[in-house]
């Protein structure tokens, strides 16, 4: 089994993409531009300012360079309000099996929200650490490029064969990929199985029960 976890955090530790589905389509629809959870999953890891443009561009809307922030702004105000998610089922069960397996167990995002790990404690308690968190204060290019997770190789101190990447998103398998390591794919929202083995991934599981009784064998 491997040494070290690299966990991505919307859509595999929280549940928060309903949240962030919610607070896109709100936002979006104010400007004229439609959006869908499949939408928000397939763009997930992009920088909010690259799904506005990706999006506007798709259905002919003109968006002006100073309206980009805006949106920008007024979709953090929407999710902050709508919340930012549960943890996501059974991902306790998870950290309890690498727990007792010794693993090391690292979060690796895009968020960079400053109380991000006492959002962690809060939820699970005593499995995080502060120093074994790449955010997005830690690397320059987000993913699907390769740093975020190589950023958390290079800190593990251990060869790739050893790491492992847990995704949820096309654009997150493709970053754990490109970094050479060997990535797991949880379908947990709207996309297919097929959607995650296509962006690359080593296996694909349909929920944390099935990824827990790997784990465990
Ligand atoms: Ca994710």
Not at 2 to 29: K, Y
Not at 129 to 157: C, I
Request: with cysteine; charged share 20%; aromatic share 10%.
């Amino acid at each position: 089994m491997f040494s070290a976890f690299f966990f991505d955090m919307d859509g595999v530790l929280f549940d928060s993409m309903p949240n962030h589905i919610a607070a896109w389509s709100e936002t979006l629809a104010k400007y004229g531009i439609p959006f869908t959870a499949r939408d928000c999953y397939l763009n997930e890891g992009r920088t909010s300012r690259d799904v506005i443009m990706l999006l506007a561009e798709r259905h002919h809307v003109t968006v002006a360079e100073d309206q980009l922030e805006q949106i920008y702004h007024e979709k953090t105000a929407a999710y902050r309000r709508i919340g930012g998610g549960k943890p996501m089922k059974d991902m306790d069960k998870v950290l309890q099996v690498l727990t007792s397996q010794k693993a090391d167990i690292w979060v690796v995002t895009g968020g960079g929200q400053l109380d991000l790990y006492e959002q962690l404690e809060a939820v699970f308690p005593s499995v995080f650490q502060r120093n074994k968190m790449v955010t997005a204060f830690d690397y320059a290019h987000g993913k699907p490029h390769p740093e975020p997770y190589l950023t958390a190789w290079e800190r593990s101190g251990f060869a790739k064969e050893d790491c492992c990447v847990v995704e949820n998103a096309p654009l997150g398998i493709q970053a754990g990929k490109a970094a050479g390591l060997f990535t797991i794919g949880v379908n947990t929202g709207a996309l297919t199985r097929d959607d995650l083995l296509q962006a690359g991934a080593d296996v694909v599981f349909d929920n944390m029960v099935q990824l827990e009784q790997w784990l465990g064998n």
